[in-house]
């Protein structure tokens, strides 16, 4: 038997995040990123566009004068592909559950824009979205990161003891 959403519970779920690449565009030049912070425990409003935006910071650091930081769903550990970008039934004890409950809709990353910085969105998929442009070098710049989640009255509310879980891979890149 399914239970889905009624008029107002609210659904639980647990984000992990894959971060800090560092990737080199010249022997010399270097961009490096941390994210920081992990939701826990996020509660979901059905029918609604559900936000966090005070637990994830972003923090970059390069010489370049132009860089850029994408956002992608990588599938890690045996994701299914057919969950790319959304929230997938997760086990504690044995992982991504393949056959189990998914999100409807996928998950949205936002950028900050501060000094020399512009934001972007991103809808989470399997391939590189940008969420942050830089045109100017950056030494510990820190930007919160919004995460946006659509839930309908037809997602499935876990009562299992499964979690939702998606992993974001962040991506510092000089252009």
């Known amino acids: 038997m399914r239970h889905y959403f009624q008029q107002c519970p609210v659904m639980i779920m647990t984000i992990g995040l894959a971060v800090a690449i560092l990737f080199f565009a010249s022997p010399v030049a ?67 559950v393949n056959a189990g409950s998914v999100i409807s809709n996928n998950m949205t990353v936002v950028g900050e824009t501060i000094q020399n910085v512009q ?21 510990s710049k820190q930007m919160a990161i919004t995460l946006q989640q659509l839930i309908t009255y037809t997602d499935r ?8 879980r998606v992993v974001i891979t962040f991506t510092g890149v000089e252009s």
Request: glycine residues 8%; negative net charge; without cysteine.
């Open 30 to 96: 270097a961009i490096n990123i941390t994210v920081m912070g992990n939701i826990q425990d996020w509660a979901f409003t059905p029918g609604t566009t559900n936000e966090n935006s005070t637990t994830l910071k972003l923090n970059v650091s390069t010489e370049s004068s132009s860089w850029h930081v994408n956002v992608k769903d990588a599938l890690d550990n045996g994701k299914s592909s057919s969950s790319a970008g959304r929230l997938l039934e997760y086990n504690a004890s044995t992982g991504w």
């Open 119 to 139: 934001k972007s969105t991103a809808t989470l998929g399997p391939t590189d979205q940008v969420i942050e442009t830089g045109d100017a070098a950056a030494s």
């Open 157 to 164: 509310h876990l009562t299992n003891g499964n979690t939702y």
